[in-house]
């Protein structure tokens, strides 16, 4: 088939990697003439495994194409994939320009008949109002679909190329038909291709991240307590884990959510259904949670300190959001670097693959960046566990405490074993754990 995804970001370049690598014919399309031209360098403006081979490998073989005109783009395409941001409004709501301002120069540009895919996220309505905006600049039909991606920074390609579910929201059973031969390939496992109303797609996506991010929330707000009473989370995360209701998905406490997804979505569904008069109470409780959680091992640290750090120098271990990828959107270890400067604590920080993301947003101004994790240690008076990679689980705990002046740990992600640490001669805090 021959398909365009117009904005070349993480959603966007993934998507058209995968496409291409299933053989059909994808325009990448992007008004950011900087990325494009990196893109047919092959440098690939996001970190995400797999994704540059791919590219690469897709290039080569002439399935896939990266340009900035729009005109190129719509003309040489039967379905054209809107991949654009949709960050949040100062009152939480998607900001839909982006959105709607790709869907005029579609409307504009068009030479037939289309088939356009909203796969940004966007709020319940979206579909309704691309189509409005197509029209107006043209007589050709086009048909819209919902088709939101469901992607896990960090393992992107696995996801899209072998999707747990697809959904796809149309109200026409011929461009439904034309979608499940377009994703016949990733579901050969028999996993689902889901086929309903455009509305229902639209909610779906941030029904999702909203359960999900709800029992994050959850199991934050029961570790605190377990802090409080002197349980240990990690036992009880076993003990309900093990129920197939509920699973072991999710329920790892620590110091809260971050990224692109969780906090945007729960925003933008919460503000939605205040448009249609309705509140969603509990979801406004898992937005709370997660604000006050992040912040969650500055009164452990404070109270160590007899609350004064401002002699102090504190070594973060994890930047981004999440292992496996570069985005600090949303990150905790933001809000915690503000908070120890707010009390005059000095800071120094290693991240395995956001060191050049955290220098683009400044934080390099007044925090001391480190290509190295153990170098970071030096002089440290303690050391602020905040990302899970893989590379902090299995530390030398010997080298960390010669390098350290004092040897403390506040882990944020409960990922060492406290007794074992303990053990070696640490003072070792973690979240709802004795």
């Excluded at 683009?360 to 566990?385: C, H, M, P, T, W």
Aim: hydrophobic residues 40%.
């Amino acid at each position: 088939m021959k398909l365009s995804v117009i904005g070349s970001g993480y959603v966007g370049l993934v998507a058209g990697a995968c496409f291409a690598e299933t053989g059909n014919q994808v325009i990448c399309m992007d008004r950011d003439e900087k990325k494009i031209e990196k893109l047919r360098n092959g440098i690939i403006p996001i970190y995400e495994p797999g994704l540059d081979q791919m590219v690469k490998r897709n290039v080569e073989h002439n399935r896939l194409f990266f340009t900035t005109d729009i005109k190129d783009t719509v003309n040489n395409s039967d379905i054209i994939f809107i991949a654009v941001g949709t960050p949040p409004d100062e009152d939480g709501s998607a900001d839909l320009t982006h959105v709607l301002d790709v869907a005029k120069s579609i409307g504009e540009n068009m030479n037939g008949p289309k088939i356009v895919v909203n796969k940004s996220t966007v709020p319940v309505g979206t579909a309704v109002k691309v189509k409005e905006t197509i029209l107006k600049e043209t007589n050709f039909e086009v048909n819209i679909v919902s088709n939101p991606e469901f992607l896990k920074e960090g393992a992107a390609i696995e996801d899209f190329m072998y999707p747990d579910r697809v959904v796809i929201g149309t109200s026409n059973p011929k461009v439904g038909e034309l979608m499940q031969e377009l994703y016949a390939p990733f579901v050969r496992t028999g996993n689902p291709i889901m086929i309903m109303d455009e509305l229902s797609a639209e909610i779906t996506k941030y029904a999702a991240n909203s359960m999900l991010a709800t029992k994050i929330s959850f199991m934050n707000d029961l570790a605190n307590f377990c802090d409080r009473v002197g349980a240990d989370i990690e036992k009880v995360r076993k003990g309900i884990g093990s129920d197939k209701r509920i699973g072991y998905s999710f329920i790892f406490p620590g110091v809260g959510y971050g990224g692109s997804c969780f906090p945007k979505d729960v925003k933008a569904l919460i503000r939605t259904a205040k448009d249609f008069d309705y509140e969603l109470k509990l979801l406004k409780a898992v937005e709370e949670v997660n604000e006050q959680q992040k912040k969650y091992l500055i009164p452990k640290i404070l109270g160590y300190y007899n609350n004064n750090l401002s002699d102090k120098t504190f070594t973060i271990w994890g930047l981004s959001f999440k292992p496996k990828t570069d985005d600090m959107r949303e990150a905790p270890a933001r809000t915690i670097i503000g908070e120890l400067h707010k009390y005059g604590a000095k800071i120094k920080a290693h991240d395995p693959a956001a060191l050049h993301e955290a220098r683009r947003l400044g934080l390099d101004k007044n925090v001391e960046l480190f290509d190295d994790n153990y170098q970071a240690l030096e002089n440290s008076d303690g050391l602020i566990l905040v990302t899970e990679w893989l590379e902090y689980r299995e530390p030398s705990f010997q080298k960390i405490k010669s390098l350290m002046r004092k040897p403390v740990i506040f882990d944020g992600r409960n990922i060492y074993k406290p007794t074992k640490v303990r053990s070696l001669g640490f003072d070792y805090f973690a979240i709802g754990r004795p």
